[in-house]
């Protein structure tokens, strides 16, 4: 099970000014804790309350149909490219990052075990489109459409482009080729579905896109590429009850939501850095970005107020970042607090060889790439501590299907509990609207004119 480390967030470490008294901190939020997890618990299978993200374990159906559909085409497809943004995409590269071995798209069909490739497009740059496009035998790939509405200006000009070349080379054979994530019953998406033929999958209804990894928006290009998603569920399920705790004492999601929401509002630390100290774990860094970022940072709460809530959160990457981001932290401004992501135990032990002799470098032989990583890791804690940085650290014992399933839950709870705490809309975005309709009348759009004319106006003068 995950451990969560947070010895080096007390004041008794990292003194009054920027640590918490975190016994006492307990002792006086446990009765809002408690009241916080039985009322999510309370509401999650009500509609409306965007919570069934905390039922996707138990979707045994998801789960059948997913790994029949990726059965039936396993020897078909060369590749899986998946099309989507945000959401529809950050979960299931840091999934695939952290399960699939590493560099798996240029290893031989042999090394993969007979599985396809698997890339992700989720910006629109020309340029990468282009060269991915023309570098794939589209032919032989699977394009996975992953957009709920179906109006996601990004995904359906991506779609819109492969779905052209596609025809163009398979003609009405093409369809074959197209798997769609969307709504169940509403949306362009689904409309053009319908009318295509396209085989599709269900994004269940109150199921936010950053909080869509365990249903088919993940699970389904990772069971594409053979990664287990039984021990996916497995995961999620055993860190869902043992999140239904109401005991502050033993949440590891309630308290790490507690020890950063006070680190905020008492100590005035505005930033939240995620480093993990493992190179397939840290695409987890850039989903939990969005996670924080877009469920967190609000202008509003729930009784009207308007304030302007929410901790900016920073990707790292141990031991890499040591030589970039460490310095600031160390003796930049005292603003952040870090948690970092320990590996218990690495699927490969690397031996350093006895090479040299030199003072420099010989105490390094006879050692192994595992115990440097974890020395640097203890290294870098230690220090921040020793600078009053607050910091606190995640373990987790594998990276495997079943552990980090666990670990992206945890951090989904851990964010609505904070949303709680804030009082504020955790499932809402209010603050991406605005920039995607200025896009929808830059782009002609019908129906928004006056934004097109009035945006002219203003860029016109910038």
Known sequence: MIKLNYENVDEKLVGQENGLNIEQCFDEYKDRIEEIITDLNKRKDKAGQWLQWMNLGYREDTLWLVKEYAAIVKDRFENVLVLGIGGSALGGIAMSEALLKPYWNILSSQQRENYPR????DNIDPDQISMLLET??????????????GTTAETMSQYMIVAKILEDKLGDNYRRNIVVTTDKEVGL?????????????????????????????GLLPLALVGIDIDEIINGIKDMDLALKNTDIRHNIAAQNALIHYLADTRKNKKIVVMMPYSSRLRYVADWFVQLWAESLGKNVDNNGVRREFGTTPIKSLGVTDQHSQIQLYNEGPNDKIINFIRVEEFDKTVEIPHVFEYTGIGYLGGKTINSLINAEADATKVALTDFKRPNLTI???????YNVAQLLYMLEVETAIAGELYNINTFNQPGVEQAKNYTYALMGRAGYEDSSRMLKEKLATV
């Open 118 to 121: 698997i890339f992700f497009l």
């Open 136 to 149: 794939l035998n589209l032919e032989k790939t699977l394009v996975n459409v992953i957009t709920k509405s």
């Open 189 to 217: 998406l689904r409309q053009i579905a319908n009318q295509e033929g396209y085989k599709t999958f269900v994004i269940p209804d109150d199921v936010g896109g950053r909080f869509s990894v365990f249903s088919a928006v």
């Open 395 to 401: 373990s987790i014992p594998k990276v495997d299907a």
